[in-house]
C-alpha cells in the first residue's frame, strides 16, 4: 500500500495556484530541455533561438501576432460554450464555414471595401453560429452527445470545402492548380502597425467576452447551466435556449476566424485554412482555466511556442517535429499540475501512528 | 470487379478495424481518447523502423504494439491518476503521437519495407474457406494482418460480453463508484484497457506504414483515427458491428476513384462526406432510440474520484 493520500482542497490561496502553474511550467522547459539533449542539440540555444525568434525583431513579433490572432479568437468563442460545459471541439467546422460563407461574399458581390468587409463579417458569423446551432439544437432537445456531433461536423466542413476547391470553386485561370481565386481588393482586412485589423478586433473581443460572461445575465445564466442543469432548471431558466444561444456564439465567433483568415492571411479560400486552430483552442482555453483574460495570456504564449518553433526550423535546422514534441510535453506537465490545483497529496496518518507505536 | 472492390474495401477498412476496437476497450473503461490519430502515428512509425532493421515481421508488429501503449501510458497516468480532463489530454496526445512519428521519420522518409516483410503480408488464401465462391474471395485471400483483425474481433466479443473480466470492465465505464463499491479495482481496469486500446491504436497505424502504403510518408495515418473515433459510436461500442463500420468506411474510402475508373464522375470528397454524415445520423437515432446496449458507457469521459462518492 503507497502511503499517500489525496485530498481534494477546498480552496486554493492565489499565489500558491500560480507557484503550482509556475513550477509546472519550469519542470515542463526542463524536461522539454533534457528531450532536446537527447535528440542531439543544445537546449539552451534551442530555447534562446525560439524566443529571439518569436520576439527578437519587429517582423518576427508581427509573425507572432499574426499567429495568436486566430487562436485567440477561436479560444473565446470555445470559451463561450466550454463555461457552460457543452464540449464543443467543432470549432475546425465552425472556421472552416465561416471562411466559407465569407469567401462566398467576396467572390459574388461587388461592393465598396467597408460594406463588403461587414457583409463578410456578418455571413461567416451567421454560418459559423449556424453550424454549431445544428448539434446544440440536438442537445438541447433531445440530449445528444455534442462532442462526437461537433467532431463529426468539423470534418463534413473540410470535405465539403476540399469538395469546392477540387470542384465548382476551382479558379478556372490558375492552370489546372486546385485552388479558389484570390480576393479583390476590396474583400481583404486592412492593416494597422504592420499587422492586419484583426489583433484590435481581438483585443477587444476579450474584453467583450469577458464582460458578457461575467457581468450580465445571460453570462451568469450560461455558468449556472455549466455548474448544474438542475440548479439551473429550479431557477426557472429555458436551459434549451441558454444553451442554443451561447453554442451560436460560440460558432459565430469560430466562424468570424474563418472570415479573417481567409481576408487577410490566406485572400483567398482553402481546405487548409483552419490549421487545427480549432483544436489547438481547446487546449489553450482549459489552461487559461476558462478565463477570457488568461485566454489572451496563454495565446500569445502559444503563438511564441509555434513562431519560435518555426524560426528554429529555418535557422538551426531542427525539424517542426521536434517543436510540436516540445509544444506537447510542455502541455502534459501543465496539464498534468492541474491535479496538484485541485488535489492535497499527504502522507496517511495512521502509518504514521504505527511507526511511533514501534 | 465488385469482389475486387470489396476485397480492397478490406484492406483499407483494417487499419479502422484495429483502432476502432481499440477505443472500444477504452471507452468500455470509462475513457474517451481523442489520441487515436496519435497513437496510429507511433504505431506507424516504430513498426516501421523495427520492421526496416529487423527484417522480422512480427518484431515490426510489436514494436507498433509497445509504442502505442506507450502513448496510452502517457494518457491513463494523466487522465487516470492525475484526473486531467480527457478531450484535452487526448487532443495533446494527437499533437504528441504526430510530432514524434515525423521526427523519426525524417531518417527514413521514402524507404521502402523490406522485401522479407512484403513477403510474409501477401494474400494467403484460407484452404477451404477461400473457396466459398465471392465469401471466400473477398474475406479469406487476404493478408496474416487482415486475419489477426478478424481474430482480435471475436475474442474481443468473447472477452467483453462473456467474460467476468469483461463484465467488470463495463461496470467500470458505467459506474465507477459502483464498481468500486463491489470490489473491483477501478485503476487497474482502467490502466489495462487504455493501455491494450493503444497497443490496438498502435497495430492500426502500423498496418498502414508496413502493408498498405508501405513507403514511409509523412501524414501517412490522414485522419484515420479521428474516423475510428467515429465508428465507435457507428458501432454502438460492439467490436461485431465495429467490424462491419470499419469495412463499409474502408469501401467507402476508395469508392469515389474506383467509380471515376468506370467512368462515373462523383467527387471523392462528396463520398468522403459519407461516413461522417452517417455517424451523426446514427449518434441522433441513438439516442431516440434509447435502446441501453447502444448508449455510451454512462461514465464516459468523468474522471473518478474515490473521496467524492
Known amino acids: 500500500m503507497i502511503p499517500l493520500k489525496i485530498v481534494k482542497r477546498d480552496d486554493l490561496p492565489r499565489n500558491k495556484a500560480i507557484l503550482i502553474r509556475t513550477l509546472s511550467v519550469a519542470l515542463s522547459i526542463v524536461f522539454a530541455g533534457l528531450v532536446i539533449a537527447l535528440l542531439g542539440y543544445n537546449p539552451i540555444i534551442v530555447f534562446t533561438s525560439m524566443v529571439k525568434g518569436a520576439l527578437g525583431t519587429t517582423i518576427r513579433i508581427q509573425q507572432t501576432t499574426l499567429k495568436a490572432i486566430p487562436l485567440l479568437i477561436t479560444s473565446l468563442g470555445i470559451l463561450v460554450a466550454f463555461k457552460m460545459k457543452f464540449w464543443n471541439i467543432g470549432g475546425e467546422g465552425q472556421i472552416m464555414m465561416g471562411a466559407f460563407a465569407a469567401t462566398a461574399v467576396a467572390l459574388n458581390l461587388d461592393l465598396p471595401k467597408p460594406l463588403m468587409l461587414l457583409s463578410m463579417v456578418v455571413a461567416a458569423m451567421v454560418m459559423g453560429g449556424l453550424w454549431a446551432f445544428i448539434p446544440a439544437f440536438f442537445k438541447a432537445k433531445m440530449g445528444t452527445n455534442e462532442t462526437i456531433f461537433t467532431l463529426m461536423l468539423n470534418y463534413l466542413a473540410i470535405k465539403f470545402v476540399t469538395y469546392l476547391q477540387y470542384g465548382p470553386w476551382k479558379d478556372p485561370s490558375s492552370q489546372g492548380f486546385p485552388k479558389i481565386a484570390a480576393f479583390s481588393d476590396a474583400a481583404i482586412l486592412p492593416s494597422l502597425g504592420g499587422v492586419h485589423i484583426g489583433w484590435i478586433i481581438a483585443l477587444v473581443l476579450v474584453v467583450l467576452v469577458y464582460i458578457f460572461l461575467n457581468h450580465t445575465k445571460k453570462g451568469y445564466e450560461i455558468s449556472v447551466v455549466g455548474e448544474s442543469i438542475e440548479t439551473a432548471r429550479y431557477a426557472g431558466m429555458n436551459i434549451s435556449s441558454i444553451i442554443i444561444i451561447s453554442m451560436m456564439l460560440s460558432g459565430g465567433l469560430c466562424g468570424l476566424t474563418g472570415m479573417i483568415q481567409a481576408s487577410a492571411v490566406e485572400k483567398t479560400l482553402s481546405a487548409s485554412l483552419s490549421a487545427n486552430y480549432g483544436f489547438t483552442a481547446i487546449i489553450t482555453t482549459w489552461l487559461a482555466g476558462l478565463n477570457a483574460i488568461a485566454t489572451l495570456f496563454v495565446c500569445v504564449a502559444f503563438a511564441i511556442l509555434v513562431q519560435g518553433g518555426n524560426y528554429i526550423q529555418i535557422s538551426m535546422q531542427v525539424p517542426a517535429s521536434v517543436a510540436d514534441m516540445i509544444q506537447s510535453i510542455i502541455l502534459f506537465f501543465v496539464l498534468g499540475s492541474e491535479f496538484f490545483l485541485q488535489y492535497k497529496v499527504t502522507f496517511h496518518k495512521y502509518l504514521k501512528v504505527k511507526k511511533e507505536a514501534k | ?309
Not at chain 2, 466459398?132 to 472477452?159: H, M, N, R, W
Open chain 2, 1 to 309: 470487379m465488385l469482389v475486387g472492390f470489396l476485397s480492397a474495401a478490406i484492406i483499407a477498412g483494417t487499419p479502422l478495424l484495429f483502432a476502432t476496437l481499440g477505443e472500444i476497450f477504452t471507452e468500455k473503461a470509462g475513457h474517451l481518447n481523442l489520441g487515436v490519430e496519435g497513437m496510429m502515428y507511433m504505431g506507424a512509425i516504430v513498426g516501421f523502423i523495427v520492421g526496416l532493421n529487423t527484417h522480422n515481421p512480427l518484431l515490426a508488429m510489436l514494436g507498433a504494439v509497445l509504442s502505442g501503449s506507450l502513448g496510452a501510458l502517457l494518457y491513463a497516468f494523466l487522465t487516470v491518476s492525475l484526473r486531467v480532463n480527457q478531450t484535452v489530454c487526448g487532443l495533446t496526445l494527437t499533437i504528441f503521437g504526430e510530432g514524434f512519428a515525423s521526427f523519426l521519420g525524417q531518417r527514413v522518409m521514402g524507404s521502402i519495407v523490406p522485401g522479407d516483410i512484403k513477403s510474409f503480408f501477401v494474400a494467403r488464401p484460407i484452404p477451404g474457406l477461400s473457396s466459398i465462391p465471392y465469401i471466400g474471395e473477398i474475406f479469406f485471400k487476404q493478408d496474416v494482418f487482415v486475419y489477426l483483425g478478424y481474430l482480435a474481433i471475436i475474442a474481443s466479443t468473447y472477452y467483453l460480453f462473456r467474460t467476468k473480466k469483461g463484465l467488470n470492465l463495463r461496470a467500470v465505464g458505467e459506474s465507477a463508484a459502483a464498481a468500486d463499491a463491489s470490489g473491483i479495482n477501478v485503476s487497474l481496469y482502467k490502466y489495462v484497457h487504455i493501455l491494450l486500446g493503444g497497443a490496438l491504436c498502435g497495430l492500426g497505424g502500423a498496418y498502414m506504414s508496413l502493408v498498405t502504403v508501405p513507403v514511409w510518408q509523412e501524414h501517412i495515418i490522414s485522419g484515420r483515427g479521428w474516423i475510428a473515433v467515429a465508428l465507435v459510436i457507428f458501432a454502438s461500442w460492439n467490436p461485431i458491428k465495429a467490424m462491419g463500420g470499419a469495412f463499409l468506411f474502408g469501401g467507402l474510402s476508395i469508392l469515389g476513384f474506383r467509380l471515376q475508373s468506370m467512368g462515373i464522375h462523383i467527387s471523392q470528397y462528396l463520398i468522403d462526406m459519407l461516413p461522417y454524415a452517417a455517424t451523426i445520423i446514427i449518434v441522433i437515432i441513438s439516442t431516440r432510440k434509447n435502446k441501453k446496449e447502444d448508449m455510451p458507457p454512462a461514465d464516459l469521459n468523468t474522471p473518478y474520484f474515490r473521496e467524492e462518492r
